[in-house]
């Protein structure tokens, strides 16, 4: 399913059909183009998480929640999980999506 969206104000392409190594969601983005444009997940050691639920960057990503939400990607903010001195978001992606 190809779902074409803004990020960063930036007409990218999303891919969501990638996973980390404990079976959470990777959420990346391409230009209309194909050349990779950003990683919008991270994965942190130790963090439980559900079944769809993925960490989203918003570190590194400050609009990254409100881009998602506004593409329809996302389906429920979970809540935080810190790493160092960092706050990320969890969310529930979209089942259909994964």
């Known amino acids: 399913m190809i779902i074409k969206g803004k990020f960063n104000q930036v007409e990218v392409i999303f891919n969501c059909k990638g996973k980390y190594y404990n079976g959470q969601p990777a959420i990346t983005c391409t230009l209309p183009s194909g050349e990779p444009y950003a990683t919008l997940t991270t994965c942190i050691e130790g963090a439980v998480l559900g079944s769809g639920e993925t960490i989203l960057d918003t570190n590194n990503n400050p609009t990254v929640v409100c881009d998602l939400a506004a593409a329809g990607l996302i389906d429920t903010i ?19 999506l994964l």
């Open 78 to 96: 979970k809540g935080t999980i810190s790493s160092g001195f960092c706050t990320y978001r969890v969310v529930k992606v979209l089942e259909e």
